[in-house]
């Protein structure tokens, strides 16, 4: 158990609709990482948090967002769904300081239908 | 920015066999370098890590690496590989100022009896 938690484990949605990610890193971690591994195109970095702040952006679509909240949390917004953005999506956290080793959650499954 | 090439996308081997999964990296900085292992419907967990010191870096479940700073170059070994080892391994690196890694597109290591 990495200590970080995702939810829920599984989604099934049908494309056009809208859906949210939860996220909740390892106690103390600033850092949470937004990840979307599919077969045909591996892992792929989509967006990290910091305390609260964007602090890099990856291969994010223009329909997707996240955000980190007070209690650093955070979420992942996929709207106007397709096909495509079924996929597992990964949330991770890392430590503060120089060590830059992630710690993933066990993931969202996300069919979209 | 950081590139990073897994030189196989999938390892066959036998049980007890010895096993090197290749990691290749590129980057004009001062990088760290990480592998991870996906076992099947988890998320990803840290196997080590290489930060500074030892090119010599020994990880969980007898796994070990070596950091090759000519060849840039960071080959995950293990002398002995069972059953439980198959997974997808992940090799990722980090630029030593900046919190986001890059990760390879995995190699699948299947040990068979």
């Known amino acids: 158990d990495s200590g970080v938690t995702q939810t829920p484990k599984h989604l099934i949605t049908a494309t056009g609709q809208r859906v949210t990610l939860r996220c909740s890193p390892r106690s103390g971690d600033l850092s949470v990482y937004w990840y979307q591994q599919s077969l045909d195109q591996g892992l792929q970095f989509l967006i990290q948090?910091?305390?609260?702040?964007?602090?890099a952006k990856g291969n994010i679509l223009e329909r997707f967002s996240a955000q980190q909240f007070p209690d650093l949390h955070s979420e992942l917004n996929l709207s106007s769904l397709e096909l495509g953005d079924s996929a597992l999506y990964f949330c991770?956290?890392?430590?503060?300081?120089?060590?830059?080793?992630?710690?993933f959650g066990p993931g969202t499954r996300l069919t979209v239908t | 920015a950081q590139s990073v090439t897994q030189l196989d996308s999938q390892v066959p081997v036998f049980e007890e066999a010895p096993v090197e999964l290749r990691c290749n990296y590129s980057s004009s900085v001062s990088v760290y370098l990480f592998w991870y292992v996906q076992y099947p419907n988890q998320g990803l967990q840290l196997l080590l890590k290489y930060l500074s010191g030892s090119t010599l870096v020994k990880g969980i479940n007898g796994f070990e690496a070596e950091f090759n700073k000519s060849q840039t170059s960071f080959h995950l070994r293990k002398p002995s590989v069972h059953i439980s080892d198959t997974a997808e391994y992940f090799c990722?690196?980090?630029?030593?100022?900046?919190?986001?890694?890059?990760f390879g597109d995995g190699t699948t290591l299947t040990v068979k009896p």
């Open positions: 990722a690196v980090s630029a030593t100022n900046a919190g986001k890694s890059t």
């Open positions: 948090y910091y305390n609260g702040e964007e602090r």
């Open positions: 991770a956290s890392r430590p503060s300081g120089d060590s830059y080793e992630q710690y």
